[in-house]
Nanobody, 124 residues
């Protein structure tokens, strides 16, 4: 059973940076595809960045060149480095994990079976 715990959310000024972390429990890390999603109250959840078990990444167009997804297999941590933050990046960010996923599906929420609780990012 995969459990996910996010951290790193904060309030920052526009143009600033944050790094989110998602600690993964269990023995499945090497088999997982993982992603970051975000949601604003009243709006649909949207995929931000994903990475498959081989390290292939996929980004939403609205974060390309600003956000970087990475992972530390030894520590079982998924990261999201967020640079050049904009007020429209304000949201609750959640990490997700799943198995056997094609790259084209990395930002599709229904492909994921495990979810964290979320961490709030506020950009002003």
């Amino acid at each position: 059973h995969v459990q996910l715990v996010e951290s790193g959310g904060d309030s920052v000024q526009a143009g600033g940076s944050l790094r989110l972390s998602c600690k993964v429990s269990g023995d499945e890390f090497g088999r997982l595809s993982m992603a970051w999603f975000r949601q604003v109250p009243g709006k649909e959840r949207e995929g931000v960045a994903g990475i498959d078990r081989y390290g292939v990444t996929k980004y939403a167009d609205f974060v390309k060149g600003r956000f970087t997804i990475s992972q530390d297999p030894g520590e079982k941590i998924l990261y999201l480095q967020m640079d050049s933050l904009k007020p429209e990046d304000t949201a609750s960010y959640t990490c997700a994990a799943g198995f056997s996923m094609l790259v084209r599906w990395l930002l599709v929420a229904n492909e994921y079976t495990s979810w964290g609780q979320g961490t709030q990012v506020t950009v002003s």
